[in-house]
């Protein structure tokens, strides 16, 4: 008889379909990504993400316990300060005081160790110019100037209850001098999740709007061209010698190949970033009724999942998590 294979066998019922699944989709996969923003007395919905907030301290609590309590793995905690406390040198970032390391005592305080809370080790939030890094004479942002700035960003987030810390940078040599400072400094236990395949994406740009981005120009002297593969691998392995306890591409749902490749030859927990333009897209098209949202988006994370991804970040992770 014709045919003699009939793989649609088991596809037959939802019951075998979930019994076959080579892919699973768990709440403790999906990380949050928020973002707590200073001189704001309520939240505030973005609108390029809509149902995506900047939060006050008191809604980011409420809103990180509700998503703890759904299930997640864990938070990435952005912070958004006024844009008269910016500077060259990202100061805000290092200031005990500033909007983002307040949130994150906050959050461990209410939360301890129930969850893992996660610090973007950055200062694009922070500069008035919108770099990550600080700037040299000639306007090129200066790599090992700006390691020094990222050693004591880490360390004050540490001291201020991050779990995990994650350079975003991409500097040459960010994850040993972090590592080498923490260490230093009696962190052994404070983790670093690094950012190391983070791609120069047009996706990023309503984050931008999020963290209120004072950048003037791009990013691709030190973010990862588009057209490179390779390149990633090298990265990868560069932060895996340099101490790295994860590692994380960025943007997930156009860079699946590399995702791929960087789980297959990973040491480590491989994390995957689905970023605010993947949520924005999504979003818009499903409030145009072009797709149906909540399978667009389970079909999505179970694609970054497929490719290798250990760790999701989404701002879906408390919805699906509450839903899975």
């Not at 075998?16 to 505030?44: K, N, Q, W, Y």
């Not at 090298?234 to 590399?258: C, Q």
């Not at 818009?284 to 179970?302: C, F, K, M, P």
Request: with cysteine; proline share 4%.
């Amino acid at each position: 008889m014709f045919p003699a294979e009939r793989p649609r066998r088991l596809r037959a019922t939802p019951a075998l379909r979930r019994l076959v699944a080579e892919t699973s989709l768990e709440p403790r996969h999906l990380v949050l990504p928020m973002f707590v923003a200073d001189g704001i007395a309520e939240p505030r919905e973005i609108g390029s993400m809509p149902g995506v907030f900047q939060h006050t301290l008191d809604s980011l609590t409420r809103a990180a316990t509700e998503a703890v309590a759904a299930g997640v793995g864990g938070l990435m905690l952005f912070g958004v300060p006024r844009p008269e406390d910016k500077d060259a040198n990202g100061s805000g970032a290092t200031d005990p005081d500033g909007i983002l390391n307040r949130a994150l005592r906050s959050l461990r305080g209410e939360l301890g160790d129930d969850t893992v809370i996660m610090a973007d080790t950055c200062l694009d939030e922070f500069t008035d110019h919108g770099h990550c890094g600080v700037l040299s004479a000639d306007g090129r942002v200066d790599n090992d100037a700006t390691l020094t700035r990222y050693v004591d960003m880490a360390l004050v987030q540490a001291e201020s209850g991050a779990h995990l810390l994650g350079p975003s940078g991409m500097m040459d040599g960010q994850i040993a001098a972090i590592r080498e400072g923490l260490d230093d400094a009696g962190r052994q236990d404070t983790g670093i999740l690094a950012y190391s395949a983070k791609y120069a994406s047009a996706f990023y740009g309503p984050f931008r709007e999020a963290v209120g981005s004072s950048l003037s120009g791009d990013r691709r002297t030190y973010q990862q061209d588009a057209a490179n593969r390779r390149e990633s691998l090298r990265e990868v392995d560069l932060d895996l010698d340099e101490g790295a306890d994860m590692v994380m591409v960025k943007p997930a749902m156009s860079y699946l190949d590399v995702l791929r490749e960087v789980a297959d030859m990973s040491t480590v927990p491989v994390a995957a970033y689905q970023i605010s333009g993947e949520y924005s897209m999504i979003t818009a098209a499903a409030q145009n009724g072009w797709i149906d949202r909540d399978a667009a988006v389970l079909e999505s994370l179970l694609s970054i999942r497929r490719a290798g991804a250990d760790i999701v970040l989404t701002y879906w992770a408390a919805e699906f998590a509450a839903r899975l």
